[in-house]
């Protein structure tokens, strides 16, 4: 494997050096009490205070980089004090990381395949699982296999040769608190300025660079961005048969724009096996079959070449592209029941082409119902009394309780998005990078009031304003968004059969956790028209890969709860 890690905190562990030299890892010089492996790609070094850095650390501004909480980026550390050893993973975009305790220490590793040649039996989590079917893309330290955590993006782990506990470093809150009231024509600048900084950090020596160009605002700013560094970088879009998924004539405009070279990849619902295992086993469901098409696509247009791999991905998340009204009454607690409150309620009707009745309609009813607290649970196709009331615990529940709805939307989608990062089956074992979640990025968005982002009736109105000058204006202004709805319709009739056979004759089915009379009248259905609950399908049926892949691995020795 050529990105990654495998670790061992504690003395005494046998069989790692097989196990990382048998995925091509070299053994790191380290220290006593930890034992540490990396592919041949990933970037080490060492910082002033002894930590090991594995991956990419960048100096917060004006700040000399002698620990890792003064730097960011995508880096695992690993460092051993006077009575302690630890682990840290860099916030929002650490590298993923993952533990379980083994023979007198704690195992740590990037990715399950590492695992296997330590511990081939494992046992599925079945609360992970009714959980994660409840609560969709809410990643807590919980995985799908018993015994094994996932280290979040912003803590560390601490290990005292008897037990581990787990402290965060970074939270969102602060920011969030730190509001920032200047008008978007001043924060513009200087989120174009913060954003291409990020950029040019991590394009540092990498080599060659694809960024994946939807023609959507997001990547397009990716695009300028790393124009603006001068990487050496092209560009691939995906296009579908079908216009809603042909986004090709943006994708050019952005490219002819940058002056980079633009890859066409052309994939349809006949390179789509929505039942078939998933090609890589993660610690908890991971790719989404219905996107296999774009996946194959990439590989048969990047093929063997060994590229960074850069997108747009958290662009809505990060520039609060919140589609309710809670900027609204965010406003209205912020300024009163005023004209700039019912400014912001003409900007949110504008950027949801509402009108202002509707939108005062549903801000009163948003009022009276009060704050949302908890994650939204979703039981379609569920048997409700099978899955958790309410959601695993996550170190971000704990906020200022005096935060609006508004900016709690903007922290959860962030949270949201940060469960997508190591999904896609085309960056697996790749140099992804996710520039728009930098944490010089985040932070500063975070400080941005919420009314602010729909300024002028424009959703993501800062980031809008800010590359304004370095893109084409059809894309700045465009308010649509690229889908590929038809190819997922017509994968699923295609398919339909197989899906049904797939779920309902299936593990969760078997567990009791699925409502098999919705499923055997929706699978009935004649047509799909304006229903769009066969995505729901389909995230079950992604669940059900999984597990029967999971159960389907070797075994013959204990699991992780038995070490």
Not at 29 to 53: C, H, K, M, N, Y
Not at 229 to 239: G, I, L, P
Not at 277 to 289: D, E, I, M, Q
Not at 484 to 491: F, G, K, Q, R, T
């Amino acid at each position: 494997m050529r990105q990654g890690v495998l670790a061992f905190a504690g003395m005494g562990a046998t069989g790692l050096a097989d196990a990382g030299s048998h995925e091509g890892l070299h053994r790191i010089d380290t220290f006593p009490g930890l034992e540490l492996w990396a592919g041949e790609d990933v970037q080490q070094s060492r910082l002033a205070d002894g930590s090991i850095i594995i991956g990419d650390i960048f100096p917060h501004s004006g700040k000399p980089l002698r620990a890792p909480g003064d730097g960011w980026g995508d880096f695992l550390a690993f460092y051993r004090g006077a009575s302690l050893s630890g682990a840290e993973r860099a916030p929002l975009t650490g590298r993923p990381l993952y533990w379980v305790p083994h023979q007198a220490g704690v195992l740590l590793a990037s990715h399950l395949k590492l695992l296997m040649g330590l511990c081939r039996a494992i046992q599925i989590d079945w609360g992970f699982v009714a959980h994660g079917l409840a609560y969709r893309n809410l990643r807590t330290e919980r995985t799908g296999l018993v015994g094994v955590s996932e280290l979040l993006p912003g803590s560390r782990l601490l290990w005292d040769g008897a037990s581990a506990r787990v402290e965060q470093t970074w939270s969102p809150w602060p920011f969030v608190a730190d509001r920032d009231p200047l008008p978007v024509a001043e924060l513009a600048p200087v989120l174009q300025h913060t954003l291409q900084a990020a950029v040019a950090a991590w394009v540092g020596a990498r080599p060659d660079i694809m960024i994946e160009l939807s023609g959507g605002l997001d990547s397009s700013i990716v695009a300028a961005a790393l124009s603006a560094a001068d990487a050496n970088s092209a560009a691939v879009t995906f296009a579908t048969p079908d216009a809603d998924g042909d986004e090709r004539h943006y994708a050019r405009a952005v490219a002819e724009r940058c002056s980079i070279e633009l890859i066409e990849a052309e994939h349809d619902d006949r390179t789509v096996d929505l039942v078939r295992p998933p090609a890589h086993l993660h610690f908890r469901p991971g790719a989404y079959a219905v996107l296999g098409g774009i996946d194959r696509a990439f590989e048969v247009a990047v093929g063997d070449r060994e590229v960074s791999v850069f997108g747009g991905i958290g662009g809505d998340n990060v520039f609060a592209f919140d589609s309710t009204v809670a900027p609204i009454l965010d406003a209205a607690s912020h300024f009163g029941l005023g004209g700039r409150m019912f400014r912001t309620m003409r900007d949110v009707a504008r950027a949801s082409n509402a009108s202002l009745w509707d939108a005062a309609r549903l801000s009163w009813r948003a009022w009276r119902k009060g704050p949302r607290r908890r994650w939204e649970r979703d039981t379609t196709f569920l048997a409700v009394d099978a899955v958790p009331a309410i959601p695993f615990a996550h170190p971000w529940d704990v906020g200022p309780t005096a935060v609006s709805q508004a900016k709690r939307n903007h922290v959860e989608a962030i949270r949201r998005i940060l469960d997508f990062l190591d999904r896609p089956e085309r960056w697996y074992d790749r140099d992804a990078i996710a520039p728009l979640l930098s944490q010089p990025v985040v932070e500063f968005c975070l400080r941005i009031p919420s009314w602010t982002w729909v300024a002028g009736g424009r959703d993501r109105a800062v980031a809008r304003a800010a590359f304004a000058p370095h893109l084409p204006p059809e894309i700045v202004w465009r308010r649509g968004k690229g889908r590929i709805e038809s190819l997922c319709v017509a994968a699923f009739l295609a398919q339909r059969p197989a899906l049904r056979d797939l779920i309902l004759g299936g593990r969760l089915a078997e567990q009791g956790l699925l409502d098999r009379a919705s499923i055997e009248a929706y699978f009935a259905r004649d047509n799909l028209d304006g229903n769009f609950d066969y995505f729901r399908l389909l995230e079950i049926a992604d669940a059900e890969r999984w597990v029967r892949s999971i159960e389907a691995l070797p075994s013959g020795r204990p699991s992780f709860d038995q070490r």
